[in-house]
């Protein structure tokens, strides 16, 4: 084994403990919240994560197929996380159109009918 190659070994666990640390913490914050938009960030960053997992074992075993994977996990991730920004701006602005305790709507400008 050559100097080169204990280099890549080492890069490569040292990139997977890094990687175990920040799904672990990210789990975490997915389970603790404490808000709906703190969890979706957090999903998100535990796909960036799992792309990271991949592309480090796809340089370890050589194979390019594992970074084809990864790229098509990143676009899956983004377009879930598109579809909760979407689900959080609905849920956001249902709320905001809901009468309140009098039976005035929030969003007119009167207040009262």
Known sequence: MNTAQAFLDFAVYL???MLTAAFVLTVVRVV???TLPDRVLALDTL?????GYIAVIGVKTGYSLYL???IALGLVGFLATVA???FILER???ETDA???DGA????EGGRP
Request: no cysteine; proline share 7%.
């Open 92 to 94: 956001g602005q249902s």
């Open 105 to 108: 709507n929030s969003s007119e």
């Open 32 to 34: 603790l919240g404490p």
């Open 68 to 70: 084809d994977i990864a």
């Open 99 to 101: 009468p309140d305790a």
């Open 84 to 86: 909760f920004a979407r």
């Open 15 to 17: 990139s997977l403990a």
């Open 47 to 51: 796909v960036a994560a799992a792309i």
